[in-house]
């Protein structure tokens, strides 16, 4: 996903890339997007980006499946509506991981913790990598209106916890609106 800030209007932009698009990859064959940071990292990911979609990324941030879950803990849950297929394959994998379950779900709207995002943004074999991609806007846009009424010692807190987390390739000039 690239994310694009607009400190002067005050936007925010989110382009998500399908991760099954094939691309020349710089120095390697045609391959799947997904592969590049498998191959040389954030540096050939941000390069293929830049050569591709002629897109100059600047700075990125990684989380990975690890900080994903803890990130959501640590903000207290997010709210989803799930549909019938949603709920019923995250019932389907309950019922498969009896080690750590995830929670159990209906159809409508849940209180998701971490595991369970997680599970839910990860969903792409009952539909298409399209549908994983918007589950993943959704569970960002839950994340955003989890926080957005917090007062600034809440987010001050937060970000202590989260940021030591995640990797980014420049700490300086990040900032969080909200």
Known sequence: MILSLNTKKHTIKLVSIERGIGVP??????????????????????????????VDVERYVRVNFSVFQKAIDAIGGVDITLT????????????????????????GQNHLDGKTALAYSRIRKIDSDWSRIQRQRNMIQAAINQVKSEDIFTLNKLADTILPMIELNQRRN?????
């Open 25 to 54: 990859v710089p120095g390697r064959n045609n391959d799947l997007i997904t592969h590049t940071f498998r191959y040389g990292g954030a540096a050939l990911t941000l390069q293929t980006v830049r050569e591709c979609f002629n």
């Open 84 to 107: 019938q297929a949603e709920a019923a394959y995250l019932m389907q994998q309950k019922s498969q991981t009896a080690q750590n379950p995830i929670q159990s779900l209906t159809v």
């Open 174 to 178: 990040y900032f969080f609106a909200v």
